[in-house]
């Protein structure tokens, strides 16, 4: 597993990624566990290396796309456990703590971007980011955060 496995471990690219985001943008970003983060860059290093060309809001969306999970912080036993259950799983499990945070993250994050002043197609292809039918950049932006 790359992910690091205690908030000290990670170092995500701040100054790197507010370079993409509008300033409410940039606050929710900040708001992430920087497990997150570092997460959310590489998708978007990824995405940016095979797409240079990428719009300004898929970008943002790449960097934004787990910030739903940051209304709760995750103990690191629960955050293990609930990255081994499936997405498509979590949908139909009780959304009681984790689990619940984990099903409903797309559209809180939306939720928390819309709040905060955030690029209005950026919290739609937050919200597709795991249901990406008939979006070909939400489309894009599942396949790289399932890379990663």
């Known amino acids: ?45 990824h995405l940016l290396r095979d797409h240079p060309r990428s719009s300004p809001e898929l970008i943002a969306a790449a960097l934004l796309h787990d910030c739903g999970k940051s209304v709760r912080p995750y103990f690191l036993a629960e955050r293990v456990l609930v990255g081994l259950i499936p997405n498509r799983l979590s949908r139909i499990l009780p959304p009681v703590g984790g689990i619940g945070i984990r099903a409903a993250h797309p559209e809180l994050g939306a939720q928390l971007v819309a709040r905060a002043g955030g690029r209005p197609r950026v919290a739609q292809l937050i919200v597709r980011h795991h249901q990406s039918v008939g979006d070909p950049e939400a489309a894009l932006l599942h396949y790289y955060d399932d890379m990663e």
């Not at 701040?14 to 409410?24: C, E, M, T």
């Open 1 to 45: 597993m790359r992910q690091s496995v205690t908030p000290e471990m990670a170092h995500p690219d701040d100054d790197w990624a507010a370079q993409y985001l509008n300033p409410g943008e940039r606050l929710v970003y900040l708001g992430m566990d920087p497990r997150d983060r570092e997460h959310a860059c590489r998708v978007t290093a």
